[in-house]
């Protein structure tokens, strides 16, 4: 690993430029990874820094053994009559030139190293040149939290895009959007209310901006929407445990919070159809979110509307395998689900899966929600053992992605539950009830 001492503290990030004649960088688009490739033709000074900073940063990126960097750096490091300081020069000039990052867990950061070290040799860089950098560097930073995103990794995203908050100058449209893109963390984590947070920080900062009726706003108003239809499904679920009174109220809450996110995807609907081509996908994405909502309060014809028109958008500008695309055909099964429709909803579901298998990876977030999808059909049908391998397939993907406090982690072992109970085996059944609860 990198002695702390060479590495300029940045939680997330290790860093390293693209130097022509010595290293080379590719990118892994699949792994998310940097690659740096070491070159055996350079002639080289020798010099501490060189040795301690730039090998120990390429073994933590690539994993390299240090024997086989020792031998590969035995092969450039011939003689030559520049300085340490002229070395180092000359290094950093070439850094400059490009930047490829590889996140990792440790923190590092070759290109601070780099400035740290020649910092007493040259004179101090004008403003602008360092706006530059620190803007390239701040666009880095936002890059890789967007990709964990993407990737589910949302606790490490959470980090990288809370550091991101204090980079930011208050009040700016990248602080805005740092602080929507924290609330979309914690709408995947199912922190409802701290999703909200930010998200209505970010409303305060876009509306001062851009105004109220501004696609930036319409876009967090969406968001907004989404939190309210998933409180109120988590206080619809309570409904049945409370006695008649309780119930009553309970209801009538569920029915405003249902209100109010369809409120809420109706203002930025209106919003966008002003500002949007009609079939812009953030439109379809609106239309998704008012179906699925539809769909929960039973008006399944005008949930069917909306989802087919967020569908058809979805296929003429993104394509079939996009995983907006699956979003819209899981939307559709449950309706065809709600409605009783199995096979139907399976159809759909299955086609979700194997969009979301193909773009998504099979060990995403959102393929185990299409794993649990296809469960819960096989178990309606009374096909248990089919219900239980995908009920299984979609709990090792939550235990491992998010972890077993996850509300759909928690969810699925209550489904395998009434799958055992089903097949009365009553053993399983009280252990895996016992893991819901957890």
């Known amino acids: 690993m990198v002695n702390s001492k060479f590495c300029y503290l940045e939680r997330g990030f290790a860093y390293a430029k693209e130097i022509p004649e010595i290293i080379t960088c590719s990118y892994d688009n699949e792994n998310a990874e940097g690659i740096i490739s070491f070159k055996e033709t350079q002639i080289f000074d020798k010099s501490p820094f060189f040795d301690k900073g730039l090998n120990e940063l ?23 009559e520049k300085s340490e300081k002229e070395l180092l020069l000359e290094i950093k ?45 701040l666009n880095i930073k936002l890059k890789i939290a967007e990709e964990k995103f993407d990737k589910a990794k949302y606790l490490v995203a959470e980090e990288l895009f809370k550091d991101l908050t204090e980079l930011y100058d208050e009040n700016s449209e990248e602080k805005a959007y740092v602080l929507y893109k924290l609330g979309d963390v914690y709408n995947e984590l199912a922190k409802y209310n701290d999703a909200l947070e930010y998200y209505r920080n970010s409303l305060a900062i876009r509306e001062n901006l851009f105004g109220m009726e501004s696609t930036e ?27 008649e009174k309780e119930k009553k109220d309970l209801e009538n809450e569920v029915s405003k919070l249902y209100k109010k996110a369809m409120n ?17 996908p953030e439109i ?13 309060v039973a008006e399944y014809d005008k949930a069917f509307k909306f989802t087919n028109r967020g569908l058809e958008i979805r296929q003429k500008k993104l394509g079939e395998n996009h995983k907006d695309t699956a979003m819209s055909y ?35 977030p959102s393929t185990a929600n299409s794993y649990n999808n296809i469960g ?63």
């Open 284 to 296: 379809a994405r609106i239309y998704g979110n008012m179906g699925y909502t539809y769909t929960l």
């Open 330 to 364: 899981s939307e559709l099964g449950i309706i065809h689900f709600d409605k009783g429709e199995y096979d139907k909803a399976l159809e759909n579901y299955e086609i979700s899966l194997e969009i979301r298998k193909k773009v998504l990876s099979e060990n995403h």
């Open 58 to 80: 390429i073994i933590l990126i690539n994993e390299v053994t240090a024997e086989k960097i020792k031998k590969e750096t035995e092969k450039i490091n011939k003689a030559t």
């Open 93 to 137: 000039e070439l850094l400059d030139q490009k930047l490829i990052y590889k996140p990792i867990d440790a923190a590092s950061g070759l290109v601070s190293t780099f400035d740290n070290k020649v910092a007493d040799n040259q004179p101090k860089e004008n403003s602008d040149e360092e706006k530059v950098k620190e803007s390239l560097s």
């Open 376 to 438: 819960r059909v096989y178990f309606n049908k009374d096909k248990y053992d089919k219900a239980l391998n995908y009920y299984k397939k979609a709990l090792e993907i939550y235990k491992k992605v998010l972890g077993k406090e996850y509300p759909n982690t928690k969810d699925t072992y209550y489904n395998i539950t009434l799958v055992y109970r089903a097949l009365g085996d009553t053993e399983n059944e009280k252990k895996f009830s016992r893991l819901s609860m957890v």
């Open 217 to 243: 706003a319409a876009t967090v108003y969406n968001n907004m929407g989404v939190v309210y239809n998933e409180l109120a499904k988590i206080k619809s679920a309570e409904v049945e445990k409370k006695d």
């Open 264 to 280: 809420f995807y109706e203002k930025s609907l209106i919003i966008q159809e002003k500002l949007l081509k009609e079939d812009d």
